[in-house]
């Protein structure tokens, strides 16, 4: 079966640079999440996307901003990197208000 | 606000023994998702349970549901070694909509061979 499809698996930036995660969800998924995972922690919910609107916002800096496209894939795009934004990046799909799969995610290390 | 929390924070026991996750958390709820994460992997999704719902079986996973006292278990029955990983608890807030989870600390389990 088809599953969350993430890209790069692996990014390496320097600090005040940019980086853009992308995310193809489960097809004839409507909903994407994105979460922020620090190393030892817990996954954090960053944003949501339903039918291509902004659905949910958790806690996601200034400095980061997503969209869904019409094909449903999203983008979290992301500016002035610090070292603290090193983590894994997932991005998650869902059917309306049904389980969310989760991508393998995106390591990223900012230098 | 934290939401979920996991009791215990760690877990070892012998292969073939049962393991038994618990899951607090705090407001209400549309459901309750149990996840698995091997070592800096994806989050593989287990179970989900409605907040209408009281008990769910899948396989070796029972998981439990008393939303009087915000809690939630997860047993694993008859472990393997392959069952070593964290085991998270995600909450959906009540709502609907496109909420985002929130995850508890989590368990990590260790099963010895």
């Known amino acids: 079966a088809a599953g969350v499809i993430q890209s790069p698996r692996h990014l390496i930036k320097e600090k005040r640079e940019t980086a853009t995660l992308k995310c193809y969800p489960i097809?004839?998924?409507?909903?994407v999440y994105w979460y922020q995972q620090g190393p030892g922690q817990d996954p954090q919910f960053l944003i949501s996307?339903?039918?291509?609107?902004?659905?949910d916002k958790g806690s996601i800096p200034d400095r980061f901003s997503a969209q869904q496209f019409s094909d449903y894939h999203s983008e979290l795009n992301m500016s002035s990197l610090e070292l603290g934004d090193s983590a894994l990046y997932f991005c998650a799909s869902s059917a309306s208000d049904s389980e969310q799969y989760f991508g393998p995610g995106t390591r990223l290390t900012v230098t | 606000s934290q939401q979920g929390e996991e009791d215990p924070q760690a877990l070892s026991i012998q292969e073939g023994e049962n393991a038994t996750m618990n899951c607090s958390y705090k407001t209400s709820i549309n459901n309750l998702q149990w996840y698995r994460q091997n070592s800096g992997r994806g989050l593989v999704h287990l179970i989900l349970?409605?907040?209408?719902?009281r008990e769910k079986h899948s396989g070796r996973l029972r998981v439990t549901l008393d939303t009087s006292k915000k809690s939630s278990s997860l047993l694993i029955t008859a472990s393997r070694a392959a069952d070593t990983a964290s085991y998270f608890c995600a909450t959906d807030a009540y709502g609907g909509g496109a909420d985002g989870l929130t995850f508890g600390k989590g368990t990590h389990l260790i099963i010895q061979p």
């Open positions: 996307f339903y039918e291509k609107m902004q659905s």
């Open positions: 097809p004839r998924h409507d909903t």
């Open positions: 349970i409605r907040s209408n719902e």
